[in-house]
């Protein structure tokens, strides 16, 4: 069990108490221990023994062990046990790594409904005038006055006897026809612009204040 807690604990996992509060961040993971750094500023050193760690979550790389945050500095953890190794010949290194944290933004893009264009067509009603040219017949009366002898064809007509000329004239018929004048098509096209967002980040800096003595 302990062996299984030692292959998946790994440098940079979190260390939480048994309360769920964070004791610190993981530096080296040994044999029988776990190299946990408490403290930023001023770090200090816990050896945290494998037989006191209770759980462990992959996933977040968080572990847990089975005491608070308040008792770690009574358990005399920050002595590093019998057969530790590390780095340099003394137990208390003369340096450290201050961790210095800042925030980025990260701008993705996603797909919306950004309305819709309606497309329809109405009857609009006008009066539209043609001239066309129409022919009638009228009849013109012209009068001669002659004097000859009357052919044996020619008589006298009675009174009452109404001689007919027909007189004909031309009618407009109008019919409407229905043509296609003009054609709408309708395409979509990408367009593409830049749009600038912003959002406030926060970043870490480092204020050393040196007192000489």
């Known amino acids: 069990m302990q062996t299984m807690k030692l292959d998946q604990?790994?440098?940079?996992?979190?260390?939480?108490?048994?309360?769920?509060?964070?004791?610190?961040?993981?530096?080296e993971v040994g044999s029988n221990y776990v190299l946990v750094q408490k403290g930023w500023l001023l770090p200090k050193d816990l050896y945290i023994p494998l037989s006191s760690v209770t759980s462990v979550d992959e996933a977040s790389a968080n572990f847990f062990v089975d005491v608070t945050k308040e008792t770690v500095e009574s358990l005399g953890w920050d002595n590093p046990p019998a057969g530790a190794s590390w780095d340099g010949s003394d137990a208390t290194r003369e340096s450290f790594t201050v961790p210095v944290r800042e925030e980025r933004i990260e701008a993705k893009k996603h797909e919306r409904d950004a309305g819709e264009v309606t497309v329809g067509k109405r009857v609009v009603e006008q009066?539209?005038?043609l001239d066309v040219p129409v022919t009638r017949e009228e009849v013109d009366v012209t009068r001669r006055r002659v004097d000859r002898p009357a052919d044996a064809?020619?008589?006298i007509i009675d009174d009452g006897e109404t001689i007919r000329v027909p007189v004909r004239a031309e009618d407009v018929d109008v019919r409407k026809d229905t043509r296609v004048v003009?054609?709408?098509e309708i395409s979509?096209?990408?367009v593409t612009e830049t749009q600038r967002v912003s959002e406030t980040v926060r970043r870490e800096e480092i204020d050393v204040d040196e007192t000489k003595r």
């Not at 604990?9 to 769920?20: L, P, Q």
Request: no cysteine; charged share 40%; aromatic share 6%.
């Open 188 to 190: 979509k096209r990408p």
């Open 9 to 27: 604990i790994r440098s940079g996992w979190n260390a939480y108490d048994a309360k769920g509060q964070k004791i610190g961040d993981v530096v």
């Open 153 to 155: 064809n020619d008589r």
């Open 182 to 184: 003009e054609e709408v």
């Open 127 to 129: 009066q539209q005038e």
